[in-house]
């Protein structure tokens, strides 16, 4: 059970249907080409946020101590630089057919907030097509016109965020932690979630633990919770865990979310 740390009852008279867009946006929002420029529409913050509750966040002890992040550390290395390798063939494929369907570069880097609050580069297989702004309307839910047809399956098969295990041997990432969110969120999250950059007192991760227990229709003052359970709490028997139970996200096809 998640220990609610906010003041106030987690689920605020949101109906299932507001949590399932409120989801859609906060995924399509990780695309958005132009969101530092643009910033994040007043409608859909008002969706990912809704209520005028203020959240506040009593600040986590990190739990693991140098054993356990020696091991940590030491797993992602090796293990990460083993994915590269072993998928090497695999990723040259995917990126010949993201050259063959059109134009621009395979990989790209957008920008996340880190460890300790640091800024970094995160690398993604480009799904969009270049020119996705004059495709069609931003923040496009449902069959976006920007996405490349074949953008689409590596969406929901993840396929587009294998260029991440370069992340995680760079020491950027860890194979498990809070999902890294780009500043602009973290920006306007923090305004209505007090404590919000706790999660960054750890690695962010490829996975972690919202992910897999919280379900597809958290809002983001609910997903933290489960970011400052796991940075109370993680430990070497959680991550393999966590690491399992995101092999099942994937296999059925949730990975997207």
Known sequence: MIENQMGVTATVAVTHESRREAAKLHNVGKHEPKLTENG????????LLPGNDI???EKPIVNGGLFYRFIKRSFDVVSSGCALILLAIPMAVIALKIKTESEGPVIYAQRRVGKDGKVFNI????????????????WAQDEDPRVTPFGKIMRKTRLDEIPQF????????????PRPERPAFCDE??????????????????????????GYDL??????????QYIKTRNIKMDVVIMLRTLGVVSTGDGAR
């Open 189 to 214: 999250f923090e305004k209505r979630i007090h404590g919000w950059h706790y999660r960054t007192m750890v690695r962010p991760g490829i996975s972690g633990l919202a992910q897999v227990t919280g």
């Open 55 to 57: 959240v506040e966040l």
């Open 123 to 138: 690398y993604k297989f480009r799904s969009m097509y270049t020119d996705a702004e004059s495709r069609g309307a931003q």
């Open 219 to 228: 809002l983001p003052k609910e997903k933290v919770l489960f970011d400052l």
């Open 40 to 47: 994040i529409p007043a409608d859909v913050l008002e969706k």
């Open 166 to 177: 370069w992340n995680v041997f760079k020491g950027n990432m860890s194979l498990i932690g």
